[in-house]
């Protein structure tokens, strides 16, 4: 995968700031509210939604491994599935597959 330049990403950023701030005008937001932020990522698809689901999936299983109950990863994987309402094999494979990804970018 090829790496953006700090050209390409200074542009990227400049213009990712000013419809940024369209959007709240538009909206009538706070401007700089991270929860703001975060929605108009959301919304203009900047975000996947697989990527929202594995990263809330992995950060929900390492708080939920943290809390004092001693829980089972089987237990945990149960718990996550429904409360995602994903399968058992799906939370499997981002407890995998994903965690080495989000752990480096946290």
């Known amino acids: 995968m090829k790496v953006n330049n700090k050209a390409t990403l200074d542009q990227f950023q400049l213009w990712l700031d000013v419809s940024y701030k ?16 975060i929605t108009y990522l959301i919304d203009h698809n900047l975000i996947k ?21 001693r829980k089972t990863k089987s237990e945990l994987v149960r718990l996550l599935a429904n ?4 399968s058992q094999r799906s939370i499997y494979t981002i407890l995998k597959e994903y965690k080495r990804q989000f752990e480096k970018s946290s």
């Open 22 to 37: 369209d959007f709240c005008d538009t909206h009538k937001l706070e401007y700089g509210a991270p929860q703001t932020f």
């Open 83 to 86: 409360r995602f309402n994903l």
């Open 49 to 69: 939604d697989t990527t929202i689901r594995r990263y809330a999936v992995l950060k929900e299983f390492n708080q939920l491994s943290r809390d004092g109950e």
